[in-house]
């Protein structure tokens, strides 16, 4: 199986979950933008710049190489009027499509990775097309826990469209985070009130 096939596949998925794509390279790359809402993210907005790859090899050394140029475009892309980290997060995706992954790649992309600073996120994803095996991180650390379950969705989706999840998950620790957050503030202001 070749690898030409899925990027056109690739494309309608993330125009169908509401990314905008901003460049595209005819069988090699594609990158798009999307900015959502998450409610059970504790409130917040995350700006989203994901990139599209194909490659027949795809190594250590191909990821690293892209990380620098791909967290330059997606940080010129998603300015925040918000303070990052204040209910508004940047995550970059990069999903490839290759004919083979090695080892050391399979590793990089089972591990999550954040960008220098706070509420940014770095995550690859792979689908080696001659095994049809895909390598991502289903790990979700502490810091961003309740972002996880989003990215994981999104890299799923377009490394495989017709298998993957059909919805994005809820991220029970983000909601209960808020639903604390609400009685925290909330039923000290009825007590208040009540007594008032």
Known sequence: MTSESFLPEQQAEL????FKTLKTDPGTLIMASGKFFYWDCILTFMNYTVFVRQVEML???VIESDRTHFQTLAQA?????LPRGMQSGNAVLIVYIANTVDTDAQQICQKPRSISGFA???LTGALDTSTGQQYF???SPM???VYYGKFRY???????PKNAPAKQPTSILGAGL???LVLMFVFPLIVLLALG
């Open 59 to 61: 190594s250590a050394a």
């Open 15 to 18: 125009e169908r979950l509401g």
């Open 143 to 145: 810091v961003g826990a």
């Open 77 to 81: 892309e998603n300015p925040s009027f």
């Open 154 to 160: 999104f890299i799923q989706r377009l490394l495989d």
């Open 137 to 139: 991180s289903t790990k």
């Open 120 to 122: 940014k996120f770095y």
């Open 178 to 180: 808020l639903i604390m």
